[in-house]
């Protein structure tokens, strides 16, 4: 899988440094003798989705290619709790792994939410381009945290959703706009829009879009559809406003006694679930994307102003991120330069395309 085997041949200290985590995990895996181990992972999808399936054929795949020695117990749909919950059971050994948002790392690895900075992608093909080459080096930052990751599976871009019309920053700072409870940095992106958040639990919005206790909600298609909170709302802002997606991991010490070739199995098995989940999160994410229009839900297109004022906000938002920790500064400046390349590279092939065409 790419996010564990470095593309290149030529050293590099980021290389170098993947080198000798391996080494080190592989070290670990020695440093007891070989034991049968039972991973227990949450997740919040619900069994019979197509991620459980995907979970579910991994471990199947990782106990018969390791002879029982390595086994995987799943708990889905919201089990164990919330991704806090799972974190913490994580931590005193009740489970061994999760797939969990990225804002339960914030006291941990910051940077593992750089792609949720608020706005930061255009569109979906700048997520592509940047994850390429920003994804090992988060998951490199996971494994120095103690978290061995087997890959990140995209959720989707969020959008704002409202049973009220708005399209400027004006209109919307008069709603009542939901925020994840206990997540920092989507309260305080919310605040330097100048928007009130209002916390409450995924479980809880369903309830406050009915009573009216919030009418906003910012969040990716596939994620409004099968919580039913399209039933509730009227309205969407067609401007992309944050890329969510989360992690698998598992954390480094429930690894220990693991024989080397079975993790190498098991890193194959459910880095290809990650991998697959992540392409199929995209169809799913376009699909659902066609099925919000089909329920007569009508998209607002903001003006070149209102676009401009709303990413202007945005990167006073971003600087915010930075100058709170929410993210390193380091690895900020480093996506903007990332991104400032393959926006080059984009208008330069823009510009060459009228005199292709002629040649």
């Known amino acids: 899988m790419t996010y564990w085997t470095p593309r290149t041949t030529t050293s590099s200290p980021r290389t170098h440094r993947l080198a000798l985590a391996a080494v080190a995990i592989v070290a670990l895996a020695l440093a007891s003798p070989s034991v049968a181990k039972t991973l227990k992972i949450a997740t919040g999808a619900p069994d019979g989705t197509a991620w459980m399936k995907l979970l579910r054929q991994a471990g199947a795949d990782v106990e018969k290619a390791t002879k029982g020695r390595v086994t995987l117990r799943f708990y889905p749909g919201g089990t164990?709790?919330?991704?806090?919950?799972?974190?913490?059971?994580?931590?005193?050994?009740?489970?061994?792994?999760?797939?969990?948002?990225?804002?339960?790392?914030?006291?941990?690895?910051?940077?593992?939410?750089?792609?949720?900075?608020?706005?930061?992608?255009?569109?979906?093909?700048?997520?592509?381009?940047?994850?390429?080459?920003?994804?090992?080096?988060?998951?490199?930052?996971?494994?120095?945290?103690?978290?061995?990751?087997?890959?990140?599976?995209?959720?989707?871009?969020?959008?704002?959703?409202?049973?009220?019309?708005?399209?400027?920053?004006?209109?919307?700072?008069?709603?009542?706009?939901?925020?994840?409870?206990?997540?920092?940095?989507?309260?305080?992106?919310?605040?330097?829009?100048?928007?009130?958040?209002i916390p409450l639990?995924?479980?809880?919005?369903?309830?406050?879009?009915?009573?009216?206790?919030?009418?906003?909600?910012?969040?990716?298609?596939?994620?409004?559809?099968?919580?039913?909170?399209?039933?509730?709302?009227?309205?969407?802002?067609?401007?992309?406003?944050?890329?969510?997606?989360?992690?698998?991991?598992?954390?480094?010490?429930?690894?220990?006694?693991?024989?080397?070739?079975d993790l190498a199995v098991l890193h194959r098995a459910l880095g290809g679930a990650v991998a697959e989940a992540d392409r199929l999160n995209r169809a799913d994410h376009d699909a659902a994307w066609r099925a919000l229009r089909s329920q007569r839900l009508e998209f607002l297109t903001p003006s070149p102003a209102e676009v401009k004022e709303w990413r202007t906000v945005a990167a006073t938002a971003m600087q915010i991120w930075v100058d709170e920790g929410l993210i390193s500064r380091p690895m900020y400046e480093r996506l903007n330069s990332v991104l400032a390349k393959i926006r080059a590279g984009h208008a330069s092939k823009a510009i060459a395309r009228p005199a292709d065409a002629g040649n």
């Open 80 to 197: 164990q709790g919330d991704d806090r919950d799972v974190l913490r059971k994580m931590r005193i050994g009740q489970l061994h792994g999760g797939t969990v948002r990225t804002g339960v790392f914030g006291g941990i690895y910051p940077d593992i939410q750089l792609f949720n900075l608020p706005m930061v992608f255009r569109d979906l093909g700048e997520v592509d381009a940047v994850r390429k080459i920003m994804d090992p080096v988060l998951i490199e930052g996971l494994a120095e945290a103690g978290f061995i990751a087997f890959g990140i599976a995209e959720v989707g871009m969020a959008y704002a959703m409202s049973t009220k019309q708005a399209s400027s920053i004006a209109d919307a700072r008069r709603l009542k706009v939901w925020s994840p409870q206990g997540d920092v940095p989507a309260a305080r992106t919310l605040e330097a829009f100048g928007i009130s958040p």
């Open 201 to 261: 639990t995924i479980a809880e919005v369903l309830h406050g879009l009915t009573s009216g206790a919030i009418d906003t909600v910012a969040a990716p298609p596939v994620a409004v559809l099968p919580l039913l909170w399209h039933t509730r709302l009227k309205y969407v802002l067609d401007l992309p406003f944050m890329y969510i997606y989360s992690p698998l991991v598992v954390s480094e010490g429930s690894l220990r006694g693991i024989d080397p070739a």
